[in-house]
Structure formats: C-alpha cells, structure tokens
C-alpha cells in the first residue's frame, strides 16, 4: 500500500459525540436501517477525477493543490503513482467503490493506440489494486470533452470523423469497465449540446447522438458488459444548451429514439440545480418513470450560477434525497458518487478526507432521518387522504372507463367541490421535528 496519507490509518465510526475531526459522526456501516446495513443503503464512490486529479486551476489563476503523486514527469509514471494513492485514500476511507474516465486513469498518448495501450496497462495495474484492496469500480465512462478535437461534440459533431474518434474511444473505455468488473457505464454529454442555431443542425446531432448510443447498446452485448447504462443530465456548461437537459428531457430523447429499455439516469444534486429544478425534483422524475440509477452527489451555490461541484453537506437536500431513494426502492447497482471537489483553498491532502468524511455523515444522517419519516408515516397518511377522491370517484378515470360525459354527471351529483388546504408549512414543521 502506499504512503501517500500517512498521518491517517483507517476512519472508523466514533458516535456523534466524537470530536475526532477523522472519523464518523453518523455514518456506521452496519448500522442497520429499515432492514439492511448503511452500506448497503448508500454504496459510496469516489470520483477519481476530483479527488485524485482536480489541480485547484481557475480562470485567474494555476493549481493549488499539494499532491506527491502528481510529483512525476513521465506520464504513466504518474498515472500509476495517482492510480496507488487513488486506492490508499478510498481503503482509509472505508468506502467501497470508484468511478473514472478514461483518461483519469491513463493519460492521452501521441496517437490513438499509444492512448489505448496506456489504458490497458493502468487497466492491469488497477485491477491488481482492486484485488488486493477489495475496492470496486461503480461506474466506469469515457472523456469525450478535454481534448480539442472534442471542441464540436462528440456523438453529436458535424464531422464524422470525430464521431467515429469518440466511438473508438468509448469502445475502449466500455470494454476497461467491463475487465474492472464495474457495475454500470456512465455516459455524461460533455460537449454535446450547442452554442448557437446559426451553425448547427439540432435534428441531425440528435440522430446522430442516438445512433451513438444505439451501437454502445450493441457493443455491450459483442462483449457481454452486463452493468447499467445511465445517462447524466445536465442543462448547460460547457455548452449553453445541453441535449442532455434535465431527466425529462433525456426521458423522451430516450422514448423517441427506443432506447428506453437500455438506459437508467444517473442524477446529479449541482447539475439538477443548474437546470431551475432541485435534487429531489430530478430524482423523483427518473424513479417515477422506473430510471433512477445512481446519483452523483454534491451541491452547488446558490448564488453562484454554474457547477461549483462543491461537497454535499446540506442536510435538508441529503434528507429530501433519500426520502426519494428510499421511496424508490434504492438504487439497485448505483450508488453515490462524490462527484465533488474540495476548493482551491483546502490545498492540503487531509482536506480530502474532511471532505469525504462532511459528505458521507450528511447521507447517513439524511438515510436514518428519512427512515425515520417513512416509518412514522405522517407523510404517506396525508398524501393517502389527499388522494383519497381517486380511489373513490376517479377510479374509473383511471382505468380509462370514464368519459367528459360521466364527469359531467358527477358534477350535476355533487355540486361545488371542497377545497382543502395543502398544509404545506404544518408539514415542513413536522419534518423538521425529525431533523
Ligand atoms: C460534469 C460531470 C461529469 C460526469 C462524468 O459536470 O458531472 O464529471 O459525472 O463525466
Ligand atoms: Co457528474
């Protein structure tokens, strides 16, 4: 193992009194809640490209951050130094899973294949990592918006020379997923959106897009990647207009193009925000429609209007999150991915920890509050008199046996209707005693 975080051994559970800034207030393992452990429930990842790679950069100014394993000039020299601190930090954690982009992992070489060889060695070296510590790899994806010949798009560019780039790439990242055993392959529209109508055609880039993910479905199969598929959405930057807007959107791209069946969403709190909605609107739309896949975890600024990726510490969004995931029966082979930087200013390596250590409380903290809600059951009691009038009257309405005629006859029936109140502040003040 190595010694890249040596003044931390191994962050354990020491109880809400604790005042060990290195441990867990809330966060125990095995707890058990609602019948299976926390772990279970929340299935934690590290994002490999924030807390790994993010150098601190911003438009005024270079890097901040103190990292030794970024200490070496030889790229892949510096690759596996990343790759080995990458598995010291997430075993000291306790967290059992990653997530990468391809060129996370490996960096670009001079031509495709130098690039493809890079990965299949940190491929090796990874899943010798991954056996030794018992780490595992979440979730898997390809970086189609770094390098410049992706300033177009990728799946979505007007040249198919760089659509064809892409898809070798993916082919690639898809198949170093599969070798790491990773459970779902992520795809996130880096650049695939537009900057202005002038220049582009937007239904030809959506069919473009869609015969992109058309020949990844089939791909999976050639190679028998059984992990989940999942989309990211996110409604702008880079591009000012994202295909890939809000859950919705990607809901119908998904119907029209009959992907449906091959796709789960992978929600993300930052980029839900961006798109004028909140986390637990964006979740509650992917599990109406059966989609809720994983979750990237993390929460932006209010006041600022792009994506700050900063560490999710706000319990209200953790308890209204996982009221949604809970409701939804959990997040079957996803998991929550802290998708999550620490700020320029928290240069130093133990800033990671805190970071990680703030996020994971406020999800366990917000999975025994959510329990607790559910298994009071004032929520669903209100919402079942709420909607009592369906199983009533509108039965038949919604078994489609009703027309605008038996409608009519019931309003001769009953008259005026009786509006109740919503109680919306009555019930924000009995969440708030469980908080
Ligand atoms: C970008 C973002 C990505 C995806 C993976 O905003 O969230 O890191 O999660 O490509
Ligand atoms: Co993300």
């Not at 997430?90 to 391809?102: E, Q, R, T």
Request: charged share 20%; with cysteine.
């Amino acid at each position: 193992m190595a010694d890249y975080f040596p003044e931390v051994t191994k962050i354990i559970f020491e109880g809400r009194d604790s005042k060990n800034p290195l441990a867990f207030k809330w966060y125990n393992p095995t707890q058990s809640v609602l019948g299976k452990s926390m772990e279970e429930h929340l299935r934690f990842a590290v994002a490999y490209w924030h807390t790994l790679k993010n150098q601190g950069g911003d438009p005024f100014g270079e890097g901040t951050m103190d990292r030794a394993w970024n200490g070496f000039s030889d790229p892949m020299d510096r690759a596996r130094a990343t790759c080995d601190a990458a598995f010291e930090f997430v075993s000291k954690l306790g967290v059992s899973y990653y997530c990468f982009h391809d060129r996370d992992l490996a960096p670009e070489g001079a031509s495709f294949s130098e690039s493809c060889d890079n990965l299949e060695q940190m491929v090796t070296h990874a899943a010798d990592l991954q056996k030794q510590t018992g780490i595992k790899l979440l979730w898997g994806t390809a970086n189609l918006f770094s390098n410049p010949r992706y300033a177009h798009g990728a799946g979505t560019n007007p040249d198919f020379h760089v659509f064809a780039y892409a898809a070798a790439q993916v082919k690639h990242a898809m198949s170093a997923t599969r070798e790491l055993g990773g459970e779902n392959y992520v795809f996130w529209g880096g650049r695939e959106g537009y900057e202005t109508l002038l220049n582009t055609r937007l239904k030809q880039e959506q069919d473009q897009m869609a015969a992109f993910f058309s020949m990844c479905v089939d791909y999976a199969k050639e190679i028998g990647f059984t992990g989940q598929f999942l989309i990211e959405p996110k409604p702008k930057e880079p591009t000012k207009h994202q295909y890939d807007f809000d859950s919705a959107t990607i809901l119908n791209f998904l119907q029209t193009y009959d992907l449906i069946d091959h796709f789960k969403l992978n929600i993300e709190a930052n980029h839900a925000t961006l798109a004028g909605h909140t986390f637990e609107h964006e979740l509650t739309v992917a599990a109406a429609a059966g989609k809720l896949g994983s979750m990237d975890v993390n929460r932006g600024d209010p006041l600022l209007g792009w994506d700050t990726d900063q560490f999710p510490t706000d319990l209200y969004s953790a308890v209204y999150a996982m009221l949604e995931v809970l409701s939804a029966g959990g997040l079957g082979s996803g998991g929550m991915n802290f998708d999550a930087k620490v700020r320029r200013a928290s240069f130093e390596p133990i800033d990671l920890f805190y970071a990680h250590i703030g996020g994971m409380d406020a999800f366990a903290r917000g999975l025994v509050i959510a329990a607790n809600i559910i298994e009071d059951g004032f929520l669903e009691d209100f919402k079942e008199q709420r909607y009592q009038s369906w199983a009533d009257g509108g039965a038949a309405v919604l078994a489609g046996q009703s027309s605008l005629d038996t409608c009519e006859e019931y309003i001769k029936t009953h008259g005026e209707p009786v509006v109740p109140s919503g109680r919306q502040e009555y019930l924000e003040n009995i969440l708030n005693t469980f908080i």
